[in-house]
């Protein structure tokens, strides 16, 4: 099987030879995706970045899954109808998805649909509809989305722990009764009474 690599690409905006040149001057290797229904994309990739894999490629064949600036890597298309009518959060819990397939049959992406899935709903690997020829190599009871109820975390009662910091530490002092304190000093002075009469 081909090794796979990750490559940064920006999208380009200036087109013609003159931008042409001026990218190359920069160290900026000018670049177009084709095919597959989509429009050509203009995209501008870093020389050192592609020095780099190239130096790392082993055999004729690699695959590059190309990471572009600001675009989003997850394939879901909708939004499911738990989050858009009841507040609940969408979990990816599988990011990537290992398939098999021969080269011709390689799909440049894989959509789920999300937008049936409501509160407590989820889409498993064998849900997920691949193009025919291609394989999945991902255990099929695994978890890929899946629609969390939202959380409320209970606000803790500020007013109370207010007044209790203003009011400052309670101290608890050992007080003896008043009887018995009163007793011991008694008898303490009675002594010293009739030192003085004698």
Do not use: W
Not at 10 to 19: D, L, N
Not at 67 to 91: D, M, Q, W
């Amino acid at each position: 099987m081909a090794k796979q690599v990750k490559l940064k690409v920006e999208p380009r905006t200036s087109v013609g030879r003159s931008a042409v040149r001026k990218l190359k001057a920069r160290g900026v290797i000018p670049a177009i995706i084709y095919g597959g229904k989509d429009k050509p994309q203009p995209l501008q990739v870093s020389a050192r970045d592609i020095n780099a894999m190239m130096s790392h490629a082993s055999g004729e064949n690699v695959l590059v899954e190309l990471e572009i600036a600001g675009e989003k890597s997850n394939r879901t298309t909708g939004i499911p109808n738990g989050v858009k009518n009841f507040g609940g959060l969408l979990e990816q819990s599988l990011r990537a998805l290992t398939i098999e397939c021969l080269p011709s049959d390689l799909p440049d992406r894989i959509t789920v649909d999300v937008s049936q899935l409501n509160i407590g709903d989820s889409i498993h690997v064998r849900q997920i509809q691949l193009p025919s020829g291609v394989t999945s190599k991902v255990p099929p009871d695994l978890t890929a989305f899946s629609v969390l109820a939202p959380t409320v975390e209970e606000e803790p009662v500020v007013a109370e722990a207010a007044e209790a910091a203003a009011a400052g530490p309670e101290v608890i002092t050992e007080k003896k009764p008043e009887g018995e304190a009163a007793a011991p000093a008694a008898k303490e002075k009675a002594p010293k009474e009739k030192e003085q009469k004698k």
